[in-house]
């Protein structure tokens, strides 16, 4: 006989007149690590709301251990035992490991605090995990491997028995995540369950126990590993597929931008190139290079040795419109909320059209030229009123307008769910058309992968480069290889 | 508490008897202190004027209306139409104008009738299959065949009488899922005929649970109305062989049963519409289950609704191309005494 850890029978739960979910049935064994993969993200962060602190339901029950916690009829105002652990650390700086995990969890009722027993006392936990984290260590030196790790062993000492992991794949690098994936299945053999959320479906399948498509606030599907692919996988690995067969690496040209053993706080000899219309992707398998690079272009950080060259000029790091920088989550970082679309959109072409503040006219032509391809309804919305895949589309926008050399993408991917994760390879694909080259810095290759011309792997120091050319012989896994192999074989059968 | 007091609306009129009394008492006192400081008679007129326009609008506009509806819902209980009475029924708040409509919606003469002949349908059937005639009958088809030499029209013929022999009779128990599980081979035993190597049914639960799973009781009929639509609505559109999955599981409270195909599957609208469906009220969903859905599951997941409460029933997963679901419910049961609602049961 299996218990249940988690069951929400038929649940609905309205916010401000809106259904979140809806007839939402979903139920989790001890043990089981259950996948979620949101095809739209509606709904999701009030279904980790609900589990956690019990809201008022239209409809529906919520049993946690085969125990009612929370129904339609008598709604009840505790919390419940489940922790998340996402991208925003739960963890508390400028304290240690030791006193995260154990001072800071409910019902620790200790007057005194002795750090030494503290320590003495985690210490075999996490090595018992193989990890190499001190517990006297500050939070603050965590790497996010280690953020997590630590996140997931106070939760265990906490009591949790459900965990809920939200797109911690898009945080991690490869070769982390399958260490994360061997700790999840070791506290899954000692009856803690887990809902793991991540938009990759490849990336579900190889931890998850059972994955649930969801879909607008309800599970269209529980899936186990040996159904297949998606529909919707296929028909994304179908354009993958075409766009193999498309792209060629225009191997004449000069590059136009190309950085030579570039030191710079922890990014150490990070050497590559890119010519127009090339995807080079920068994979970190230590995932902490990203921000001295992204400092080093915007000047923020001086360059301590190597050199940038950007269309065979030396670059001097700063506003350089010629450099184009998308952020993580680009919907949410790169909006200005208190200005209109146009003025969003107009944000960085003043280089190309110097008086495009002081005539209206110049861009009421730009609203109109634009509007053929986006519509005209959105430039009278304010940014708060437009959808995800609008703001997406805004950003992309401005970059198209300004036209830059090169672009720098952090983590395109991240946070998207299937059906944005789609768009967004088009939006990029559209950049490399346009003859931008395309630089990608991600921790994990998932849909990068799938557009590389280059890949530079950058670890511990040093940095490898693989053309495209001998993507069918890369010494690892990854997301869409397979693809790549399938491809090779047809050319030299 | 007297007979009155019990219901809120008698604790109302109370309240407004009060009012109404010490309204009745100030008027009187103004109208004597007026009177007695030699006021003109006139404003003692027109406040006694205004009090009993009141009064006249008060009984128009809530007494009237309260007891027209009390009428109504008289008429309504002993079985009458509510007819023109009903126009005159004002809800109380908008929660109250929402039951009205629900329930003049299930009185919707038009539903009644359609409702009643689909019963009297149903009895016409039940009174013509006389069941031993129908067994008999089947029996001396088969000893035909046999002697024939026709063994696939005999065994053919011994799968439907045992199929009707398990449907026809008391339709209204329990049974074990043993039971209902051969039920089902049986009935895929004659859709084999039909569909041949197309179809192919696996039944998957835990080995070490597999005993105590099959003591288990459920409403008869349950699982073979479901897998019936499963081949009808999933593997008969689809190209190639069809597998139909039935996996049993048992929680520490409930038995969740899982039949599965891997057929055409439906999209994100219709699953919503027919999730919705299910888990409704009784009449309603019936009514919306013959017209959009099918009578099947919304009959099935009422049936375990009404036995066992609301937590337990029918819930349907599927994605097009990705095959359907049906997930079911049921609290572990080994004897009919463990029923929530044993009165349903008749």
């Known amino acids: 006989m299996t218990r249940e850890a988690l069951r929400l029978s038929d649940v609905t739960l309205m916010e401000q007149g809106t259904a979140q979910l809806q007839g939402f049935n979903l139920d989790i064994l001890c043990g089981e690590i259950m996948g979620l993969l949101p095809m739209n993200g509606h709904g999701l962060t009030a279904l980790i709301d609900l589990l956690r602190s019990n809201l008022q339901l239209e409809f529906g029950y919520v049993y946690l251990q085969e125990e009612l916690v929370n129904s339609w009829r008598a709604p009840r105002a505790h919390d419940n035992r489940i922790a998340v652990i996402s991208s925003v650390s739960s963890l508390v700086d400028g304290l240690t490991v030791a006193d995260n995990i154990f001072v800071l969890r409910p019902g620790f009722r200790a007057w005194l605090i002795r750090p030494g027993v503290l320590v003495r006392q985690v210490q075999p936990v996490l090595d018992a995990l193989g990890v190499h984290i001190a517990a006297d260590a500050y939070v603050d030196t965590l790497t996010v491997f280690e953020r997590v790790t630590v996140e997931l062993v106070k939760a265990i000492v906490a009591g949790c028995r459900l965990i809920i992991l939200r797109e911690v794949g898009a945080l991690l690098s490869d070769p982390e995540l399958a260490r994360l994936h061997a700790i999840l299945r070791k506290y899954a053999r000692e009856g803690v369950s887990f809902l793991y959320i991540g938009y990759h479906y490849e990336e579900l399948v190889q931890i998850c126990d059972r994955t649930a498509v969801y879909s607008n606030g309800r599970v269209l599907r529980i899936l186990r590993p040996q159904d297949g692919d998606l529909p919707y996988e296929e028909r994304y690995v179908r354009r993958v597929c075409e766009q193999l067969g498309q792209q060629e690496p225009l191997s004449g040209e000069e590059p136009v931008l190309l950085m030579r053993e570039l030191c710079a706080g922890r990014m150490r000899g990070l050497s590559l190139y890119a010519r127009p219309g090339d995807c080079v992707v920068v994979q970190d398998l230590q995932n902490q290079t990203f921000d001295d690079l992204i400092a080093t272009l915007t000047g923020e950080r001086a360059i301590e040795r190597g050199e940038i060259r950007l269309a065979g000029r030396p670059y001097s790091p700063g506003v350089d419109r010629d450099i184009a920088i998308l952020r993580e989550r680009p919907d949410e970082s790169m909006i200005f909320p208190q200005l209109s679309y146009l003025d969003n959109l107009c944000m960085t072409v003043d280089h190309r059209l110097p008086a495009i503040w002081l005539d209206a006219r110049m861009r009421a032509g730009i609203r109109k030229e634009w509007a053929q391809s986006v519509g005209d309804e959105v430039f ?65 290759l998932a849909d990068t992968f799938t557009l590389a011309t280059r890949l530079i792997r950058v670890e511990q120091n040093s940095s490898r480069c693989y053309e495209k050319s001998e993507f069918d012989q890369l010494p690892f896994t990854a997301p869409w290889l397979q693809l790549y192999k399938r491809s090779a074989d047809a050319e030299h059968p | ?124 059937l039940q009174n013509q299959i006389n069941p031993h005639f129908l067994y008999n009958t089947l029996e001396s088809i088969r000893s035909e065949a046999l002697l024939a030499g026709l063994s696939s029209v005999a065994d053919m013929t011994e799968a439907l009488a045992k199929f009707f022999r398990y449907t026809i009779s008391k339709v209204e128990n329990l049974v074990t899922v043993e039971e209902e599980l051969q039920n089902c081979e049986t009935y895929y035993h004659i859709q084999q005929y039909r569909f041949a190597e197309r179809l192919q049914l696996n039944i998957r639960c835990s080995e070490e649970d597999r005993a105590e799973l099959y003591r288990c009781r459920l409403p008869k009929l349950t699982l073979q109305p479901i897998l019936e639509n499963s081949i009808i609505h999933g593997t008969e559109l689809k190209v190639g062989v069809g597998h139909l999955t039935i996996y049993l599981q048992k929680t520490g409270t409930s038995l969740i049963i899982q039949v599965s195909d891997d057929g055409v599957g439906m999209d994100e609208k219709t699953l919503a519409r027919l999730n919705s469906s299910l888990g409704k009220g009784a009449l309603d969903a019936q009514m919306e289950g013959a017209r959009r859905t099918g009578v099947a599951l919304v009959n099935v997941d009422n049936r375990i609704r009404l036995l066992f409460g609301e937590e337990y029933g029918l819930h349907v997963y599927s994605m097009p191309g990705m095959g359907t679901t049906v997930e079911i419910r049921l609290p572990i049961i080994t004897s009919d005494r463990d029923i929530a609602n044993k009165e349903v049961l008749g």
């Open chain 2, 1 to 124: 508490m007297n007979e009155k007091g019990r219901y809120l609306v008698g604790r109302v009129r109370l309240l407004a008897l009060a009012f109404a009394a010490c309204g009745a008492v100030f008027l009187v006192y103004g109208a004597a202190d007026l009177l007695a400081r030699g006021e003109p008679l006139t404003l003692v007129l027109l406040a006694l004027a205004a009090y009993v326009a009141l009064a006249f609008t008060a009984w128009h506009t809530v007494v009237r209306p309260y007891r027209l509806r009390g009428r109504a819902i008289q008429q309504m209980l002993r079985g009458y139409g509510i007819g023109e009475a009903e126009r005159a029924m004002l809800p109380f708040d908008s929660g109250d104008e929402l039951l009205l409509r629900q329930v003049q919606s299930w009185l919707d003469p038009s539903k009644v009738f359609q409702l009643n002949k689909r019963q009297a349908q149903y009895l016409a």
């Open chain 1, 380 to 444: 009278d919305l304010t940014p708060a009123q437009l959808t995800r895949r609008q703001r997406y589309d805004l950003v992309f926008q401005r970059v198209l307008l300004q036209r830059p050399k090169v672009v720098f993408c952090i983590q395109p991917f991240k946070g998207a769910d299937v059906r944005l994760r789609m768009h967004i390879w088009e939006l990029l694909k559209a950049l490399l058309n346009q003859g931008i080259a395309v630089i990608i810095l991600a921790v994990n």
